[in-house]
C-alpha cells in the first residue's frame, strides 16, 4: 500500500477508479508543479482556493512551482474562518472558476486547512458537474484527517456540514514543514484528531502518541513525520473498506455525537472543532465505562493524554434535556436515533446500537454532582 523512499512516503488511496496517492514529503510544497504535470499531461490551466491567512505565507511558493512547470494560474482568496464556510464562499469560488474558465479537466487546489479543503472539494464536486480537486492540506488535523477520504462540505445555519458530497481528490500533497507557522492551540486541536485513531483502532498507536505528545506539540520533525504517516494510513485503511460511511468509517466520529452539540450549544464562539471533539471524546469514553462496555481507568488515561496536550478538559455546564436537544440534530442521527460512538477499549471503537436518554441523564449528572 505504500512506498517508502527516505523521508518521502506514498500510501495509495485504492477506490478503483476513484484512487490517489497521498504523499508526504518535507518541503514538497516546492515541487507540486512537477507532480500535477504527471497527473494531467494535457491541461494548462488550474486555481488555488486558499484565505487571507495562508495565501500571505504560501501562495507564492505553489504559484512559482506550478509557473515553472508551465501553469496558468489564477486563485480565489477567501475570508478566514469557520464562519465563512457558507453558500456565499461557495458563490465566490464558483465565481472565479467562471471568470477563470476553467474547463471540465482542469484542476483546483485547496491550500489551506480544513476549512478551505472541505469547501473547495464541495465547489470542484459541483463546477461543470464535477472538475478535479487536489488537496495541500497546512493544518494538522487537515493533513492527519481532513483532506483524506473525500467528504466535502459547506455549513448551513440550520446545521454544520449539511450541504455537502463525497467526492475524492486527486492527490493529496501533505508538506509537514507548513504546520511551523500555525498556532499552537490549532496544533494542539489536531493532534487530539490524531489521537482518535488510537483510541478507535490502534492501542500501540495511542500509548506512542501519549509518550511523544511533548515532542509533537514543538513540531519536532521525525514525531511529527510518524504521527502523519500513521494517521494518513489509518484514514485510507478506513476509507477504503467504507467510502461513503455505511459502517467502519463511522467510528472516526468518535466524540463528534457529544462535540457537535457542544459546539452548536457555545454557539461555535468558545471551543475549536478539534476541542470539542475531545471534550466530546471523554464523554463518549465516561458513557462507554457508564454502560459497562470499558473497563474502569479508560476515561483517566484519555483523561491524562489530553492534560498533557493540554487541551480544555471542561465539560460546558449544560442539563442532559440540552446536550439529547442540541443532539438530536446531528446529522448522523438515523431517524430520531442518536447515534453514539463509543469503545470497548483504547483501540476498539464501535456505534452503539442504542443507548437510552437515561444513560445520557446519568452521564451528565455524573459530572454536575463534580
Ligand atoms: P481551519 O481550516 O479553520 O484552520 C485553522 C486556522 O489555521 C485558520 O485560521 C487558518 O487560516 C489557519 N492556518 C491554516 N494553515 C495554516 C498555517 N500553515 N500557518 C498558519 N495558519 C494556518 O481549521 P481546521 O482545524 O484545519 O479544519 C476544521 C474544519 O475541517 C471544520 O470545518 C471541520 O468541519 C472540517 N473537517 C473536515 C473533515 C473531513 O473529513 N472533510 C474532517 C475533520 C474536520
Ligand atoms: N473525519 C471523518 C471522516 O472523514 O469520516
Known amino acids: 500500500m505504500s512506498e517508502s523512499v527516505e523521508n518521502r512516503q506514498i500510501y495509495q488511496v485504492d477506490l478503483g477508479a476513484r484512487s490517489y496517492d497521498i504523499h508526504i514529503e518535507a518541503g514538497c510544497l516546492n515541487h507540486i508543479g512537477g507532480a500535477l504535470n504527471k497527473l ?109 477520504g473525500g467528504k466535502t462540505a459547506i455549513n448551513h445555519p440550520h446545521g454544520k456540514n449539511m450541504i455537502g458530497a463525497f467526492y475524492q481528490p486527486k492527490l493529496v500533497w501533505i508538506d509537514p514543514d507548513v504546520l511551523q507557522t500555525l498556532a499552537q492551540r490549532e496544533i494542539k486541536a489536531g493532534i487530539a484528531e490524531a489521537i482518535k485513531y488510537g483510541l478507535i483502532r490502534d492501542a500501540s498507536f495511542f500509548d506512542w502518541m501519549h509518550s511523544n505528545i511533548a515532542a509533537a506539540l514543538k513540531l519536532e520533525p521525525a514525531v511529527i513525520s510518524t504521527m502523519i504517516h500513521a494517521c494518513c494510513q489509518h484514514k485510507a485503511e478506513v476509507v477504503m473498506q467504507d467510502e461513503t460511511e455505511q459502517g467502519v468509517r463511522a467510528l472516526l466520529n468518535l466524540g463528534h455525537t457529544f462535540g457537535h452539540a457542544i459546539e452548536s450549544m457555545t454557539r461555535y464562539t468558545t471551543y475549536l472543532h478539534g476541542e470539542a471533539v475531545a471534550l466530546g471524546t471523554l464523554l463518549a469514553v465516561r458513557l462507554s465505562e457508564q454502560c459497562g462496555y470499558a473497563p474502569a481507568g479508560t476515561e483517566k488515561k484519555v483523561a491524562a493524554c489530553y492534560k498533557q496536550l493540554g487541551l480544555p478538559l471542561h465539560i460546558p455546564d449544560f442539563d442532559a434535556s440540552q446536550w439529547l436537544d442540541a443532539m438530536g440534530h446531528d446529522k448522523k442521527n438515523i431517524g430520531s436515533q442518536i447515534r453514539y460512538i463509543l469503545l470497548h477499549k483504547i483501540g476498539d471503537g464501535f456505534v452503539a446500537g442504542s443507548i437510552e436518554p437515561h444513560a445520557i441523564h446519568a452521564l451528565i449528572d455524573s459530572y454536575h454532582a463534580g
Do not use: H
Open 40 to 148: 494531467f499531461n494535457s491541461s494548462t490551466r488550474c486555481m488555488v482556493v486558499s484565505n487571507v491567512t495562508v495565501a500571505p505565507l504560501y501562495l507564492a511558493r505553489v504559484r512559482k512551482s506550478l509557473e515553472e512547470a508551465g501553469w496558468q494560474v489564477s486563485e480565489c482568496i477567501l475570508p478566514d474562518g469557520e464562519r465563512y464556510k457558507t453558500i456565499d464562499s461557495f458563490n465566490t469560488i464558483m465565481d472565479a472558476l467562471m471568470q477563470a474558465r476553467l474547463s471540465r479537466n482542469e484542476p483546483v487546489i485547496a491550500l489551506g486547512g480544513g476549512v478551505v479543503g472541505d469547501m473547495t472539494g464541495f465547489s470542484a464536486s459541483c463546477y461543470r458537474r464535477g472538475i478535479p480537486f487536489i488537496q495541500i492540506p497546512t493544518t494538522v488535523l487537515a493533513q492527519v484527517d481532513s483532506s483524506v
